[in-house]
């Protein structure tokens, strides 16, 4: 089954810094990366996601790249504020069997 | 956007009593839906993908007879949680999909269980 890798485990930036979270995967099926956002004690948001047809996806301040050669995928976020603080989840999806990441804190100190 | 519904969203119990989570998709029909459990500061465990109208699919290692799932309708899966014991003190969060291949999945906003 597919294997998603997530690093790092914890990410702390000043405000205004930019984070970067890398995920890789194992199944070159999977074709779909959704990336989530877990505040705590809630369940886990959707923030992002791309298809495996698509190098690159941008919203706003955070953008995603997939680089289906090297089966890795790639959360940016610019300009972070204390807000974005929170649990990221990476995931791949072969054919709706969605697997994730471990998972990245991230701290954004004001 | 669609909106999925669990609850209880914190539930207490005593040992060897049953609890039932209830997930519902509100705004769109779900024939399938995901139950996970995740442990303090770590990833989501898949425990077993409700299928509306037939049994679920459990992952390896959790039993099916302590964890009873049902999914009767397009737009509600329960999850029970039977003769609980302290060691299955957990978040559990369900996650419901738009039925298209690799659509996103929306989750719930968790049940925190705690089995004195």
């Known amino acids: 089954g597919e294997n998603v890798e997530q690093h790092p485990s914890t990410l702390s930036v000043q405000e205004g810094d930019s984070a970067v979270i890398k995920c890789t995967y194992s199944?070159?099926?999977?074709?779909?990366f959704p990336w989530y956002k877990q505040e705590l004690g809630k369940g886990p948001q959707l923030i992002i996601d791309?298809?495996?047809?698509?190098g690159e996806k941008k919203d706003q301040r955070i953008a995603v790249t997939l680089n289906k050669t090297a089966k890795h995928f790639s959360l940016h976020i610019t300009e972070t504020q204390p807000e974005d603080s929170a649990v990221y989840f990476c995931?791949?999806?072969?054919?709706?069997?969605?697997?994730f990441g471990a998972g990245t804190r991230l701290t954004v100190k004001p | 956007g669609a909106v999925v519904s669990q609850h209880p969203s914190w539930v207490i119990c005593k040992s060897g009593t049953s609890v039932k989570i209830e997930c519902r998709s509100l705004?769109?029909?779900?024939?399938?839906m995901f139950w996970y459990r995740q442990f303090p500061k770590q990833s989501l465990m898949l425990m077993a993908t409700?299928?509306?109208?037939?049994?679920?699919?459990?992952e390896q290692g959790v039993e099916k007879d302590k964890f009873l799932i049902n999914h009767a309708s397009l737009t509600l899966s329960t999850l029970t949680v039977t003769s609980a014991h302290p060691e299955d003190s957990s978040f559990y969060i369900c996650?419901?999909?738009?039925?298209?291949?690799?659509?996103?999945?929306?989750f719930g906003n968790g049940t925190r269980l705690t089995v004195t």
């Open positions: 996650s419901a999909g738009g039925g298209a291949v690799n659509s996103p999945l929306h």
């Open positions: 199944d070159s099926a999977s074709n779909y």
């Open positions: 791309i298809r495996s047809n698509v």
């Open positions: 995931a791949a999806s072969p054919n709706n069997d969605m697997r």
């Open positions: 705004d769109f029909q779900a024939t399938t």
């Open positions: 409700s299928n509306e109208g037939s049994k679920a699919t459990y």
